[in-house]
C-alpha cells in the first residue's frame, strides 16, 4: 500500500489517529474474510478425505492470521518511521539480538505509544505462541494435528487462535495525545 494513499505526503514521523485506525480496520476486515472461509469451512462433506483437507485449511488460515497482524505492524512502523522495517539492521541492536521479528516491530511501536491497552498485555505473550504454532506449523508441513492443543479439537485450537489475533488487533491502541 503507498502512504499516499493513508494521507501520508511528505510528512516525516507523523502517525494520526485516523491514520491507525484505517490501518487497524484493514487488518479487521481481512480477518473478516478468513473467519468466513473458517465458517463456510463447516458445510463440508464428512469423509477422512474432507478431515484432512479441512486441517490443512486450518493450517493455512492460521498462517494468513498471522501474516494480516505482522502486515498492520510493519504499515504502522512504516507510517511512523516512514521507512520499511528491517529487522536484519534492527538485530544490531544489543537489545533485540535474541528477539523475533515479532517482539522487535512491538518495541519499535511501543516507543512511539503503539501498545496495548492497559491491562491486555497479555496478548503480547498469546500473540507470541501463536506466531510460534505457526512456525510449528509451517515446520511440520501444515500438519495441523501438531499443533492442537491437549483436550482440544482441531476447530476449538483454531478459533481460540483467532480470537487472540482479533483481541490482539483490538486491543492495539495509539496512546499518543492529539
Known amino acids: 500500500m503507498k502512504l499516499s494513499h493513508l494521507g501520508f505526503h511528505g510528512r516525516t514521523g507523523m502517525l494520526t489517529k485516523d491514520d491507525f485506525k ?17 465458517h463456510d469451512m463447516g458445510q463440508g462433506l464428512d469423509s477422512p478425505q474432507w478431515d484432512q483437507r479441512k486441517h490443512r485449511r486450518y493450517a493455512s488460515l492460521v498462517i494468513e492470521c498471522c501474516s494480516i497482524i505482522e502486515h498492520m505492524l510493519k504499515q504502522l512502523y512504516q507510517s511512523i518511521y516512514q521507512k520499511k522495517f528491517n529487522s536484519t539492521e534492527l538485530m544490531k541492536t544489543p537489545a533485540y539480538r535474541a528477539r523475533s521479528n515479532m517482539e522487535i ?9 503503539i501498545a496495548l491497552k492497559p491491562g491486555k498485555e497479555n496478548m503480547e505473550l498469546a500473540l507470541s505462541q501463536v506466531f510460534q ?3 510449528k506449523l509451517i515446520h511440520e508441513n501444515f500438519s495441523f494435528d501438531s499443533i492442537v492443543k491437549e483436550g482440544m479439537q482441531a476447530e476449538e485450537t483454531f478459533e481460540a487462535m483467532l480470537d487472540t ?3 490482539y488487533r483490538k486491543h492495539l491502541k495509539y496512546l499518543r495525545p492529539e
Open 165 to 167: 489475533i482479533q483481541k
Open 105 to 113: 516491530l512491538q518495541a519499535e511501536l511501543n516507543k512511539q505509544q
Open 133 to 135: 504454532a505457526r512456525n
Open 22 to 38: 484505517k490501518i487497524k480496520k484493514e487488518a479487521k476486515l481481512e480477518i473478516a474474510v478468513l473467519e468466513q472461509e473458517y
